[in-house]
């Protein structure tokens, strides 16, 4: 018997018979051939009949073989947040059977280095958190699987689908908040883990107010801000964690706060919501983003069907009284 013949189909690669996708089509053996040889004369509707008849075989196939979609995401980002995306993307894995998934996490501080090496691997698709400088969007454009961008965006050229949240949007969110529960009180910000996006929008809404910044939220540092600067009155905490150990260093320093603001609805940030020693903490539903990620990945890989589309989300703002239970 003659080896099976691999058909390129507008780029998307796949072993199957012009039969098997024929009849998985509905179509006749000529239209098929005339579809897969861009021989022209047939309808949109037609090509797209085919184009589903093959992303449906590639299901079936992965299903009986059980081999998985390998989708590597590269981070350059807390340990603590790596960690919440691994957990989000293995409660996601399950919802696209019967298609295979299996992800691998990336965290690095070289993150154009950690893309050039994924693209080495047999990998089908990436997930992207790492902040937009040259060397990563030069990276990208480098590789040959698909590339979804999360929260950080690069030029629509060099990925094919965007999710998550704006940085630049949750910082002035956050800011918003500070300001509206501020209200007429006189009083300095305090600015924990600042940097990047987050920190511009947060900037760009509170001109009026004296910011002092913290590079992280170690109490040593806090303390000795706190002790300098009595008319600190409002807290942004910028990063996703140690927000038990700035409450602890305003209560050793006997010092009250009337606004706190954070980011990340973590276990620890609950408990302090639940006890109304945070404000408000600004959320993101890492389980639609990395959902919609691999949707993307998959739908370009031709496994899945539909259009590939971006899909931003709203930052969610949660307070003492709306703590989603299910989650924890």
Do not use: W
Not at 243 to 264: C, I, L
Request: hydrophobic letters at 45%; proline letters at 6%; aromatic letters at 4%.
């Amino acid at each position: 018997m003659q080896p099976q013949k691999t058909i390129i189909l507008y780029g998307v690669k796949h072993p199957y018979r012009i039969r098997e996708i024929a009849a998985r089509a509905g179509l006749s053996h000529a239209t098929v051939d005339r579809v897969l040889h861009q021989r022209g004369g047939v309808r949109e509707s037609t090509v797209r009949a085919v184009h589903q008849a093959i992303a449906d075989l590639d299901r079936q196939e992965h299903a009986r073989s059980g081999r998985p979609f390998v989708i590597d995401v590269v981070l350059q980002t807390s340990r603590r947040f790596s960690a919440a995306i691994r957990a989000a993307l293995e409660a996601e894995a399950p919802e696209f059977a019967p298609v295979a998934v299996r992800t691998r996490t990336h965290l690095t501080d070289d993150p154009a280095g950690a893309l050039d090496r994924v693209g080495r691997s047999r990998s089908h698709g990436l997930i992207v958190l790492v902040p937009p400088v040259p060397e990563v969007a030069d990276a990208v454009a480098r590789l040959s699987v698909p590339v979804v961008t999360l929260n950080h965006d690069l030029p629509a050229g060099k990925r094919i689908a965007h999710v998550g949240v704006d940085g630049f949007d949750s910082g002035a969110t956050a800011a918003y908040l500070v300001e509206r529960l501020l209200a007429d009180r006189a009083g300095d910000v305090l600015l924990i883990n600042g940097r990047g996006a987050r920190e511009e929008g947060f900037r760009s809404v509170l001109p009026a107010r004296r910011l002092l910044t913290v590079a992280s939220a170690e109490e040593g540092p806090l303390r000795a801000v706190l002790a300098a600067n009595p008319s600190i009155r409002a807290v942004y905490s910028a990063g996703t964690c140690g927000n038990a150990a700035v409450v602890s260093a305003f209560a050793v320093e006997h010092r009250n706060y009337d606004v706190f603001v954070a980011h990340g609805l973590d276990r620890e940030n609950a408990a302090l919501l639940r006890e109304h020693r945070i404000s408000a903490v600004l959320h993101q539903d890492l389980r639609a983003d990395v959902r919609h990620a691999c949707r993307a990945i998959l739908r370009a890989q031709g496994v899945l069907p539909g259009p590939i589309g971006s899909h931003p989300s709203a930052v969610q703002v949660i307070t003492p009284f709306n703590v989603p239970p299910a989650l924890f």
